[in-house]
């Protein structure tokens, strides 16, 4: 296979600039390629048989030239090989694959959704509408969340624990599909999950027969309470200043005395992610950002929770904003 020219690779024709330093070309080539084939219908047709460019073209209505560039294209960034003329797909197409369960797609289709978006960025960036998202969409999301490294996991899970020890009963606030509420599972604890609905029927399906229990709701409106522990994952970034208020409240009512509070996020001024996650947050939704400390503090404060602390979550470039609810 072809490898794609990485940001690393050192020039090969002793030339001071080649395409592969382009840096910003490199990464956003690949990406439009890929958006270009998905929404042409060649990845479809590829997922579905073997084919010659020529079969590309007709069954999709591009040019031959374009099917043949974009066949060469796809197996140079190793979506598909070619052997003896004929195109077929290799695993990492299988992303696009609507029978690839949610858990195994990973974040590109994701991605890829976001790119429509980032085109109309400047729009948004105006005051305008975004796009919404396609048929899909839901889903790809949810899968973009369920590709979470495994690491960052099991780190921000660990460091959880080390601000509220074996809890019992947790609250998995917009959990997702559940990737860190089975962690907390697995770890001994009762999960309950909280997402909107669309998102608990997706996670309905992947956490069957967990200990993991999930439950539609608006974290804005109302939580169930007696827990030990609420998690939010990723979450507040997601919410305007108000409504992150608004969430807090929510979050210290679930609480029982002596409970805990712990967000995951990548806080403004400390994770080198925040910058570009909060244009991330503008060009995908109408509310959302990167926070600092100081505001972590003003509105956990203003809910009631005490000991209040910003902490990096070791090895990754998160932080977890914590909480205690008084006894
Ligand atoms: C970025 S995802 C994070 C998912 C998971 N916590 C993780 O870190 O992988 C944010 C989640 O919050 C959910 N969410 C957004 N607004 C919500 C609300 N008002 N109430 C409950 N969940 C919400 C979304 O549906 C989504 O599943």
Redesign the pocket.
């Known amino acids: 296979m072809t490898e794609y020219p990485t940001d690393d690779s050192k020039p090969t024709d002793g030339s001071e600039t080649t395409y592969a330093s382009d840096t910003i070309y490199a990464r956003h080539a690949p990406v439009f390629v890929l958006w270009a084939c998905r929404e042409t219908g060649i990845v479809d047709t590829l997922l579905e048989a073997p084919r010659e460019p020529t079969e590309v073209a007709e069954t999709t209505g591009v040019t031959e030239r374009a099917a043949a560039v974009a066949l060469d294209a796809l197996v140079a960034l190793g979506f598909a090989e070619e052997r003896n003329g004929e195109y077929r797909p290799t695993d990492r197409l299988s992303a696009f694959d609507p029978e690839t369960p949610i858990e195994e797609r990973g974040i590109l289709p994701h991605r890829l959704d976001s790119l429509e978006k980032y085109l109309a960025l400047p729009t948004a960036m105006k005051g305008g509408d975004r796009p919404g998202f396609s048929e899909t969409g839901l889903e790809n999301y949810a899968a973009g969340?369920a590709s979470?490294d495994g690491s960052l996991l099991r780190a921000a899970v660990t460091a959880t624990e080390h601000a509220h020890p074996r809890p019992d009963c947790v609250l998995?606030?917009?959990?997702?599909i559940g990737?860190?509420g089975t962690e907390f599972a697995r770890r001994g604890a009762a999960v309950t999950l909280?997402?909107?609905p669309g998102?608990i029927e997706l996670a309905r399906q992947h956490l069957e027969g967990s200990d993991v229990e999930p439950v539609p709701?608006?974290?804005?409106e109302s939580l169930p309470d007696g827990f030990d522990l609420a998690f939010c994952?990723?979450?507040t970034v997601?919410f305007s200043p108000a409504e992150n208020e608004r969430l807090f409240e929510n979050v210290y009512e679930a609480l029982d005395a002596g409970g805990t509070v712990a967000c995951?996020e990548y806080v403004s001024g400390r994770s080198s992610i925040a910058p570009m996650f909060a244009v991330h947050m503008l060009a995908m939704s109408e509310t959302g950002g990167t926070y600092t400390e100081e505001q972590y503090h003003t509105w956990l404060g203003r809910a009631g929770f005490v000991d209040v602390d910003v902490r990096d979550v070791p090895g990754t470039d998160c932080q977890l904003v914590i909480g205690r609810k008084p006894e």
């Open positions: 969340m979470v998995d606030v917009g959990g997702g990737r860190f909280v997402d909107r998102v709701g608006d974290a804005l994952g990723r979450l997601g995951l």
